[in-house]
């Protein structure tokens, strides 16, 4: 019923910036949650980001002061900019709605 794709993910240097997108496709209800998550192959998934269907954000602790949720209601896609990306933020980043999960894209942060 929804799919979800991301993308955006890549190379990129400490101190660099990369803008995931989360397109979804199908019938969503009038007021939906998109999460963002990521994770290291082996470790526990976190949580990153959060946004409703108006745009009102919700970005994790840990990542508050360089990351941004946002989304394009008219393109049905959701946006997490990541700027001043650190070597830590080196995961598989994963965007949800309810029980519907992308496939994920990667971002790794290396010099």
């Known amino acids: 019923q929804v799919q979800l794709v991301e993308s955006g993910g890549g190379l990129v240097q400490p101190g660099g910036s990369l803008r995931l997108s989360c397109a979804a496709t199908?019938?969503?209800?009038?007021?939906?949650?998109i999460d963002w998550y990521r994770q290291v192959p082996g470790k526990e998934r976190e949580w990153v980001a959060a946004?409703?269907?108006?745009?009102?954000?919700n970005v994790a602790d840990s990542v508050k002061d360089r990351f941004t949720i946002s989304r394009d209601n008219a393109k049905n896609t959701v946006y997490l900019q990541m700027n001043d990306l650190k070597a830590e933020d080196t995961a598989i980043y994963y965007c949800?709605?309810?029980?519907?999960w992308g496939q994920g894209t990667q971002v790794t942060v290396s010099s």
């Open positions: 949800r709605q309810g029980p519907i």
């Open positions: 199908g019938t969503l209800p009038s007021l939906y949650i």
């Open positions: 946004i409703d269907r108006v745009g009102t954000p």
